[in-house]
């Protein structure tokens, strides 16, 4: 059998809040959307932009970071898989189908207020514990950065 490779691999901004549930046994599910864009030259030689929107699912810790650090507009490079579901549509009768992303990996490209400098967290649908880049940025004296940091100042 010959080998295949279902990766996707996302920088882009989150469209509105994530929605937060749980299945009957308990798994946190985080859904939201993805835009991505990217600029091309029409037939007149006038720049166009074009935004595609993604549908990504996260679960378990992944999804708990998603509720405890993404809102609409963080801005995320995210690493998965694409799934297609299919349903019948009761009403209809006919068949339906959406295309997702299944997060593997996330990193938060936007600081918690924006302005604090970019802070990130790789994480995985496989349970993996993440940790945040503690680096200070740019700018910095070597007093601040030789500061001991106490368990008050870790923000999870």
Not at 2 to 11: E, G, W, Y
Not at 13 to 37: C, H, Q, W, Y
Not at 93 to 100: D, I, L
Request: hydrophobic share 30%; charged share 30%.
């Amino acid at each position: 059998m010959a080998r295949s490779v279902n990766k996707v691999t996302l920088l882009g901004n989150v469209g509105k809040d994530p929605e937060i549930r749980s299945t009957p046994s308990g798994v946190m599910v985080a859904s939201f959307g993805l835009a991505t864009s990217d600029r091309f030259q029409d037939a007149q030689g006038n720049w166009q932009d074009r935004t595609e929107w993604h549908n990504l699912k996260a679960f378990k810790r992944t999804a708990e970071i998603v509720r405890d650090y993404v809102k609409k507009g963080s801005k995320l490079y995210v690493e998965g898989k694409i799934t297609t579901n299919s349903w019948d549509d009761k009403e209809s009768g006919q068949k339906r189908y959406r295309t997702e992303i299944l997060v593997n990996e996330l990193v938060l490209l936007s600081g918690r207020d924006e302005g604090s400098g970019a802070q990130t967290r790789p994480a995985s649908s496989s349970g993996s514990t993440a940790s945040f880049d503690q680096r200070p940025p740019a700018g910095h004296d070597d007093v601040a950065q030789s500061a001991e940091i106490s368990d008050d100042d870790i923000p999870f």
